[in-house]
């Protein structure tokens, strides 16, 4: 488990002892317009996440202890707009200054935090705009800058060869990034200069990415979809760039999937229901389609016949992922049951006998368990033999908190089209169920 703890510089002053299994990172603001707070942050699936944040002492001094994962050795301190990129290891002393809105490495501990810090002095001289520049004046910079960062890195290669190359596909996503993003923050006209830019013409084709690299840096989702909206807006123009166009771009699996998780309608129920049936079958893999499924701005469905009910996704005994868009075109009566549950297991010889009536027709029975122990739902499911679509929710929690489920058993019905009939539908062992199932499979 990471162990982080937080210490007041006055502490690091008197020579507070440290485990050899942490690293320790001492900053000094100075200047003006200084922040109220330093951030800590990881990356996770091309997002920045915040790991710990700290205010800054009086004196202008902030600190931080952390005991550093070896497969993950990247962490960012974050002022509010800028990222300043360590890397951690184990036993290593970090000393960072900030000043004139600047990060700035005055002791890197390491001979990763000193090419870091070469990098990021080589990087904001492309960054910082000179005044009354021109908007074309950045592209003949930006590949005088390019070409003095591949000179550069040839040295490092012959130095370094160890971190070279992972060197490399940092400063080549970060150039790709000040790139993209100067573009698109300040090209006013469709045709610009720009256009005389080799590097402009080569990336423009389609995304260059060819591997999961990008997935690594804070600014991956915002650079995929920076670039994205440029090509609509400059590029397609007033032609729509459809969302199959930007997916058939990206090769790879997992730079796809997380373009379309990010892309999820949060606002509208129905165009999210919409995303989700139609995107759900592209992600590659169950991670991705749990991920959706937990998505915490999800819109609310409403619980009134006729609406778009949730798509419900649940792995089954062997923990194959299934939602109830895998059974579009068909009636869906769903159950949701607990082992520990009398009433529940009550109704399992009325729900069997439906079954068998009701076999080879248009309409599936879904039983959802809340249990949290899934091996003793897998047994009883064995030992009972239930037939249906058996699917463990694992608790009541990750059920679409709009159901307000206050007790089980809780029975519902969906039409073929992914709306609701009933969200308080009979028992099986209430006569009116099967009536209500014969008219609907009759129509």
Not at 14 to 34: H, L, P, T, W
Not at 258 to 263: D, N, Q, T
Not at 302 to 322: K, V
């Amino acid at each position: 488990m990471i162990r982080l703890l937080y210490f007041l510089f006055c502490i690091l002053q008197v020579g507070c002892v440290y485990g050899q299994n942490f690293a320790i990172i001492k900053g000094q603001v100075s200047g003006e317009q200084r922040p109220l707070n330093i951030q800590l942050m990881r990356v996770q699936n091309g997002v920045p996440v915040n790991y710990a944040g700290t205010s800054i002492a009086s004196g202008g001094s902030f600190a931080f202890m952390v005991e550093p994962e070896k497969d993950q050795p990247y962490y960012y301190l974050y002022d509010g707009k800028e990222y300043c990129r360590l890397y951690l290891e184990a036993g290593v002393v970090i000393e960072v200054g900030w000043e004139s809105q600047n990060f700035r490495v005055i002791k890197p501990g390491n001979e990763e935090n000193r090419l870091l810090e070469t990098w990021r002095k080589m990087e904001r001289s492309l960054k910082e705009k000179q005044q009354d520049e021109s908007y074309g004046a950045f592209f003949p910079r930006f590949e005088s800058v390019r070409k003095n960062v591949n000179n550069w890195l040839r040295e490092v290669d012959s130095l370094y060869p160890a971190y070279a190359g992972e060197l490399k596909d940092i400063v080549e996503l970060d150039l790709l990034n000040d790139f993209i993003m100067y573009v698109s923050k300040q090209q006013q006209n469709y045709e610009s200069e720009e256009q005389e830019s080799e590097y402009y013409r080569q990336i423009m084709k389609r995304f260059p990415e060819k591997n999961n690299r990008l997935l690594k840096q804070p600014y991956g989702i915002t650079l995929l979809d920076s670039y994205f909206t440029y090509k609509q807006t400059f590029i397609f123009r007033t032609r729509e760039y459809t969302m199959e166009q930007r997916l058939a771009e990206l090769d790879v699996p997992e730079l796809k999937a997380e373009y379309i998780l990010a892309e999820i309608p949060t606002t509208d129920y129905r165009r999210y229901c919409e995303y989700e049936r139609y995107y759900m079958p592209l992600l590659p893999g169950d991670t991705y389609r749990q991920r959706m499924r937990h998505l915490k701005e999800r819109p609310i469905s409403i619980l009134e016949p006729g609406e778009l009910a949730p798509n419900l996704i649940y792995p089954d005994t062997s923990g194959q992922l299934f939602s109830m868009a895998d059974f579009k075109g068909k009636y869906k009566y769903i159950d949701i049951w607990a082992t520990w549950c009398t009433p529940c297991k009550q109704e399992i010889p009325s729900l069997r006998s439906l079954e068998k009536e009701f076999e080879g027709q248009n309409i599936v029975f879904v039983s959802i368990s809340i249990d949290k122990n899934r091996k003793a739902w897998k047994n009883f499911v064995r030992m009972q033999q239930l037939e249906g679509i058996q699917l463990w929710a694992g608790d009541w929690t990750e059920l679409p908190h709009e159901l307000k489920l206050g007790s089980v058993p809780r029975f519902m019905l969906i039409d073929p089209e992914g709306r609701w009939i009933d969200v308080n539908a009979p028992r099986p062992s209430n006569p009116k169920l099967k009536e209500i199932l014969k008219k609907l499979l009759s129509k």
